[in-house]
């Protein structure tokens, strides 16, 4: 048998490692309230009142806005706004306004604008917020253009399939949504009153800092190139989390029967793995070392409202509707998230520092498509983007595609392509994808010529001429060929 080929396995451990870190990392804290939070938007929010701001009828003058300005408050990854995407997309959001939302949370929410400007300088943070929110609603309205007939079933599918619900929202759910939004900030918002340690302890574990080296030793990690590796906190997380998806599978699958133990044992599971993922915990030469983080003591907080909503405002029928409804997104995307990042965790590795000055040191077309191309690949976590961009400026990458990374990174992960076409369909997917990479690469190449030095008022002009272009072309569009009101 011919022996494997020397770069395989390092490719492997790549996938490998870069899918532990992930699960370790990211999957509690961010995508499972986000999970819980597009279960009640399908569960608990009646259509009327998504659609009056975000719906296909709506005027766009409101709805776009209205996503963008949702969006801008997330401070959340490709990955995390997928499963919210599908809520309100499933609930009866307009295409157009669900795209806008999910192009600009992730995008440039505030957090993110803010991050930009202090690492890299507030005129690329202006760029990434001013081009993100022109390009972003321009996505949307193409989106809707393209596909407006399948939007109109799309709409009329809602109807049907929500019409026994009223058209008032209960203020406890809106309450109980409302504190599940708090638990995704608490757990995702790097403030540092939420990151820092306020209280700490040691246990005396023997051995500690020697699992620690060998976890280091089986997934190196290195910072600057965003690769986070495995801690032994992430170990036990990754343990716990394969017992949250037994016990789900139990008590979940079938809670349309009634509550049973499994149920209950899985909610519970949920609740202090969370608590665990919030604590900072250290391997050192006495033991371990736990803190209780200002993330600890939020989660805290944001779990004991949902247990009182859920125990007191909540209706039985309700509360099993949601984690139906919650539970059928976990199955949806969760299998090709992890595809996704350990196929991505694969390809970094072969990806080449030495050629981001070669391919994109210029304001050029092909530099701005390879700052999206490098998008597309890294696939970090939320806010990680930006010291990697940092990065790629200190070695050489022009400011322009460094821009178009920055738009792209966030959206066009390999792992988010997959979950959105289980939601949406291949070919709204891949438009959508193509749409985006190249809004991005024109974002860079604008932004990158004011850099090289075009005078500001021909770039004005240019997006000026660019959004008369595309309002012209869908105003003809919509007198042209109106928009279905039934199929």
């Given at each position: 048998m011919e022996s494997i080929p020397a770069y395989v396995l390092p490719v492997l451990y790549g996938g490998l490692g870069n899918l532990a870190a992930y699960l370790a990392a990211h999957v509690l804290l961010c995508l499972l309230p986000a999970f819980f939070i597009a279960g009640g938007m399908a569960a608990l929010i009646p259509k009327e009142t998504i659609t009056r701001f975000l719906g296909r009828n709506t005027r766009k003058t409101i709805s776009y806005p209205a996503a963008a300005g949702a969006a801008s408050l997330l401070a959340v990854c490709s990955c995390t706004i997928v499963p919210l995407f599908a809520g309100i997309y499933k609930k009866g959001a307009g295409l157009g306004p669900a795209i806008t939302c999910l192009f600009f949370a992730p995008a440039a929410n505030v957090l993110a604008l803010v991050y930009t400007g202090g690492i890299i300088g507030p005129d690329l943070a202006f760029a990434r917020l001013f081009l993100s929110l022109v390009f972003g609603i321009g996505i949307g309205l193409i989106m809707a253009l393209i596909f407006r007939s399948d939007d109109a079933a799309h709409d009329q599918a809602t109807d049907s399939a929500f019409a026994v619900q009223g058209p008032a929202m209960h203020r406890a759910a809106l309450v109980f949504l409302f504190a599940w939004v708090v638990l995704l900030l608490m757990g995702t918002l790097k403030l540092d009153v939420l990151?820092?340690?306020?209280?700490?302890?040691?246990?005396?574990?023997?051995?500690?800092?020697?699992?620690?080296?060998?976890?280091?030793?089986?997934?190196?990690?290195?910072?600057?190139?965003?690769?986070?590796?495995?801690?032994?906190?992430?170990?036990?997380?990754?343990?716990?989390?394969?017992?949250?998806?037994?016990?789900?599978?139990?008590?979940?699958?079938?809670?349309?029967?009634?509550?049973?133990?499994?149920?209950?044992?899985?909610?519970?599971?949920?609740?202090?793995?969370?608590?665990?993922?919030?604590?900072?915990?250290?391997?050192?030469?006495?033991?371990?070392?736990?803190?209780?983080?200002?993330?600890?003591?939020?989660?805290?907080?944001?779990?004991?409202?949902?247990?009182?909503?859920?125990?007191?405002?909540?209706?039985?029928?309700?509360?099993?509707?949601?984690?139906?409804?919650?539970?059928?997104?976990?199955?949806?995307?969760?299998?090709?998230?992890?595809?996704?990042?350990?196929?991505?965790?694969?390809?970094?590795?072969?990806?080449?520092?030495?050629?981001?000055?070669?391919?994109?040191?210029?304001?050029?077309?092909?530099?701005?498509?390879?700052?999206?191309?490098?998008?597309?690949?890294?696939?970090?976590?939320?806010?990680?983007?930006?010291?990697?961009?940092?990065?790629?400026?200190?070695?050489?990458?022009?400011?322009?595609?460094?821009?178009?990374?920055?738009?792209?990174?966030?959206?066009?992960?390999?792992?988010?392509?997959?979950?959105?076409?289980?939601?949406?369909?291949?070919?709204?997917?891949?438009?959508?994808?193509?749409?985006?990479?190249?809004?991005?690469?024109?974002?860079?190449?604008?932004?990158?010529?004011?850099?090289?030095?075009?005078?500001?008022?021909?770039?004005a002009l240019w997006i000026a001429a660019f959004i008369a272009a595309l309002s012209v072309l869908l105003s003809v569009a919509s007198r042209r060929y109106p928009t279905p009101t039934g199929v």
């Open positions: 990151t820092g340690t306020h209280i700490q302890f040691e246990l005396p574990i023997a051995g500690a800092q020697g699992w620690q080296a060998w976890l280091d030793a089986l997934v190196p990690y290195d910072a600057a190139k965003g690769e986070e590796g495995v801690s032994v906190q992430g170990v036990l997380l990754i343990g716990l989390l394969g017992a949250i998806g037994l016990t789900a599978w139990r008590g979940l699958e079938t809670i349309h029967d009634g509550f049973t133990a499994w149920t209950f044992a899985s909610l519970a599971l949920i609740a202090l793995t969370l608590l665990f993922a919030a604590l900072a915990i250290q391997a050192t030469p006495a033991g371990l070392s736990f803190g209780f983080t200002g993330k600890f003591f939020g989660v805290s907080l944001a779990l004991l409202a949902i247990y009182f909503l859920a125990r007191y405002r909540i209706d039985a029928d309700s509360l099993r509707e949601w984690l139906w409804e919650s539970w059928r997104f976990v199955k949806q995307i969760f299998p090709l998230l992890v595809g996704g990042v350990f196929v991505v965790g694969m390809i970094r590795v072969l990806i080449r520092p030495e050629w981001i000055e070669t391919l994109a040191g210029t304001n050029s077309a092909r530099g701005t498509l390879a700052g999206v191309a490098f998008g597309l690949f890294m696939s970090l976590p939320t806010l990680v983007e930006v010291p990697i961009a940092k990065m790629f400026l200190d070695l050489g990458m022009h400011r322009g595609p460094l821009l178009a990374y920055l738009m792209a990174d966030p959206e066009l992960s390999l792992q988010s392509i997959l979950i959105i076409t289980a939601i949406i369909g291949r070919t709204k997917t891949w438009t959508y994808v193509g749409l985006v990479a190249l809004f991005s690469a024109m974002a860079g190449y604008t932004y990158g010529a004011w850099v090289d030095g075009m005078p500001l008022y021909w770039l």
